[in-house]
């Protein structure tokens, strides 16, 4: 499982840190890090709420 | 990326006649939301995107508005919300029909489309989000429970919620994040209360909607510039500092700039939470089992309660957006210029998302309620800080006067903003 993030979509609100804050970080400049972009299926649940959670739909999980 | 430099007009060409289930007409907004609701209900099942007469009673009549598509079903406000290529923000976003150099003022990055939006809104939004709230989270505690030592032991055991506890705590928030100085603060509150309260008989006071406007948003400006000129001098750790400082394609913003960013962000920042919370303590007061409800587990259970709150009060009521290709919304055809209104409380009254929409159900999961917008790159910016003073203060409130008890607000007449005026609030004083 990876995550992927849409750029041009992401407004850097943190929707997705609320979720998941092992998994994501936005920087002071606004920008979205993604701390883990695999995680593991112990992490599965909240990389999904996470991806729910985004307004603008920038993210999405790929299974590899 | 396209940008749209030309303006589009509406044009009435191949429109329906304008519904008979009319939602521009001054009486349908002196209602209450319940009242409207009947009618939102009747075109949420009949007519989900009508074609509606202009806005009644506008503040700045266009005598070639041909009128504007009324969206009221989750889905299609949700729809409209995430498509800012096809639904923008540029054309402006208010229902009502405003003078324009007030909204030039006022407007800032809320009425602007990609990119100088994202430009713009990310110079402050880092210091919004969740990991930043929580940081300050126990500034935010403190601050709630001061507002609440200042009434909670009056004798009387009886205040005016909406003045003397629920704006307090906003004000104070967003004061305390841009850097607006003690003495400063209660003009700010003032005018940002102004700002929302045009159509409103009251407020008003025998000037007219434009003047009150745009004293007020004068008045902010005044304040702004006499920030931009102290952070120049001496930068600080706040949020007024990061605009002074920003760079836009090399040139700083200009003072008229950062001027209509603080006036949309003192008004954004303080009516909204002020309102949901005056709303929140008379749904309290009306569904007490809900109050029980969550006082058994506050910790536990807030998180769920606050979405709740949210959707139940639904403080913004309208926004506006401008269709700028061809598309299709409800089985209607939408062309360029045509505007296009979301009525948010009625999406979050709409039972094929919601069961038993109009319940306050504290346990509602998942909840998503358009409360803070339908998404999209326009949702709402301050939404952690929101929930972080609605946590705050109902923990407060509800530890401290836990049997209190509100009487019937006194609503302000508007078609934006579900205000509360003034609110009875009666409890057991702390001694």
């Given at each position: ?64 | ?39 939102f ?71 602007m ?77 003032r ?26 948003a ?32 090399g ?26 919370s005056?709303?929140t ?41 401008t269709a ?16 296009v209104?979301?009525f ?9 998302v ?50 209190f ?27």
């Amino acid at each position: 499982m990876r995550i992927v993030v849409d750029r041009d979509k992401c407004t850097g609100l943190g929707m997705c840190e609320a979720e998941a804050p092992d998994l994501f970080e936005v920087q002071d400049d606004g920008s979205l890090k993604v701390l883990n972009e695999q995680p593991g299926d112990g992490q599965r649940e909240e990389a999904e709420a996470a991806v729910m959670s985004c307004p603008t739909e920038a993210l999405t999980l790929v299974e590899d | 990326m396209t940008v749209a430099t030309e303006f589009i007009p509406a044009t009435s060409e191949d429109k329906p006649a304008h519904s008979p289930i009319d939602v521009s007409s001054k009486a349908f907004w002196a209602q209450t939301s319940e009242q409207r609701d009947q009618r939102f209900a009747q075109l949420r099942a009949q007519d989900p995107v009508s074609w509606q007469r202009p806005v009644e009673d506008a503040v700045a009549p266009d005598p070639h508005d041909p009128g504007y598509w009324a969206v009221v079903k989750h889905a299609d406000i949700v729809k409209v919300s995430r498509d800012s290529k096809t639904y923008i923000s540029g054309q402006g976003v208010l229902f009502d029909l405003l003078p324009p150099e007030f909204l030039e003022m006022s407007q800032s990055f809320l009425a602007m489309d990609a990119p100088k939006h994202d430009y713009l809104r990310k110079l402050i939004s880092s210091a919004f989000t969740p990991r930043r709230i929580q940081r300050i989270d126990e500034q935010i505690k403190v601050a709630a429970r001061e507002v609440v030592d200042g009434f909670a032991g009056n004798p009387a055991g009886e205040i005016e919620f909406a003045s003397e506890c629920a704006q307090k705590l906003p004000v104070r928030l967003f004061c305390d994040m841009f850097g607006v100085p003690d003495e400063l603060r209660e003009q700010t509150a003032r005018c940002a209360a102004d700002i929302v309260s045009w159509a409103d008989s009251e407020a008003l006071a025998g000037r007219t909607p434009a003047q009150i406007q745009l004293g007020a948003a004068e008045t902010l400006h005044g304040i702004a510039a006499r920030l931009i000129a102290d952070r120049r001098a001496n930068p600080a750790d706040d949020l007024f500092t990061n605009l002074v400082q920003a760079e836009v394609d090399g040139q700083h913003l200009t003072d008229a700039e950062i001027g209509a960013f603080f006036v949309l962000l003192s008004v954004a920042g303080t009516d909204t939470t002020k309102h949901t919370s005056s709303l929140t303590v008379k749904a309290m007061t009306d569904f007490p089992e809900q109050r029980d409800w969550l006082r058994a587990d506050y910790d536990g259970r807030i998180k769920t309660a606050l979405e709740e709150f949210v959707r139940f009060a639904s403080p913004v009521m309208t926004f506006r957006r401008t269709a700028v290709v061809e598309t299709e919304l409800g089985g209607k055809r939408i062309i360029p210029g045509d505007k296009v209104v979301l009525f948010y409380p009625s999406g979050n009254r709409d039972a094929d998302v919601f069961a038993d929409p109009e319940c306050f159900d504290l346990s509602r999961d998942p909840n998503p309620h358009l409360g803070f917008g339908g998404g999209g790159t326009h949702f709402c910016l301050g939404n952690q800080l929101a929930k972080g003073a609605l946590r705050a203060l109902f923990s407060e409130l509800l530890t401290r006067l836990p049997d209190f008890e509100a009487g019937e607000p006194d609503l302000l007449g508007t078609n934006f903003m579900r205000g509360v005026k003034r609110l009875p609030f009666r409890f057991t004083p702390e001694r």
